[in-house]
């Protein structure tokens, strides 16, 4: 399905001016920054006023952080300027691109798409950051499926130079030709899809870092060892665990759960990560996971 045209509020090359996002934490402020360092302005949704002050604050510390190392023009007063932070789903209303970042719940994931769908244009573009999550099945709970499409960015945003771009059976070719084109502005590459269970990345990430999980269940070597084998033997920037470990065990597992009803038990996930996860030790952001983090 294609639109004819290009949507006139858009354009024709770059990105868009006026962009949201929907969620302010580790991945949404991410994704805000990516914007809003390279011109877009920019406005964060959250679900309250203090949630939202913590998104601003994420977001602003991000921006300082990259004109520092100069991987950023401008000043940050401009930044700040071109962003904005609310509680309130109606400020969507004026936005040509909006990227939904909640947690990878279906029916959260639904909500919040519909009630970003809602506020904006015909012509106005929607995104979700999933990392798992069928594009086709999020685009059939939309009124303007060709409008929407993934768009998966990697964690940490600001280090990473990856952006998989998913694209479902409505996407429109004026919405895949533009998402390539924002992801360059962006500065990263894209890698483009088409919509399939764990898309490529998290497939495969995932499937390696199960491998490697059952690996220290049946005490084959130490995660550390483990980790080094695939860095310094396949030359990984990080371990499979390492990086476990930074996306969050709970977000591991909440994948490896539904790969493992799409495609099957080879993704079920081990008992280590289960146990790991009931535990509270879900990797950096609680200090412990399959590494310490406290210090």
Known sequence: MSNPT????????????????????????????AFLINGANVLVVERDEESAAAA???VEAAAAKSI????????????????????????????????????EDWDLKVTSLRGIEERLTETSYLASNTSSLSVNGLARELKRPQNFLGLHFFNPVPASTLIEVVLGEQTSQDLAE???????????????????????????????????????????ASAEDIDNAMVLGYKHPTGPLRTTD????????????????????????????????ARGELGRKTGKGFFDWAD
């Open 6 to 33: 290009p949507p006139a509020n858009l354009p024709a090359t770059s990105l868009p001016d006026l962009v949201g996002v929907l969620g302010g934490g580790r991945m949404g402020a991410g994704i805000a920054h």
């Open 56 to 58: 601003r604050g994420r």
């Open 68 to 103: 520092e190392r100069g991987a950023a023009d401008g000043s940050l007063e401009d930044m700040k300027s071109r962003l904005s932070v609310t509680a309130d789903y109606n400020d969507f209303a004026d936005r040509q691109l909006v990227v939904e970042a909640v947690p």
């Open 178 to 220: 533009a998402a390539k084109r924002w992801v360059r502005a962006l500065g990263k590459t894209a890698v483009v899809v088409n919509d399939a269970p764990g898309f490529a990345s998290s497939r495969l990430g995932v499937a390696i870092a199960l491998e490697a999980m059952r690996m220290v269940e049946e005490g084959v």
């Open 246 to 277: 930074i996306v969050g065990l709970d977000v591991r597992l909440g994948i490896a759960e539904y790969l493992q009803s799409t495609l099957g038990e080879r993704f079920a996930p081990p008992q280590i990560l289960k146990d790991k996860v």
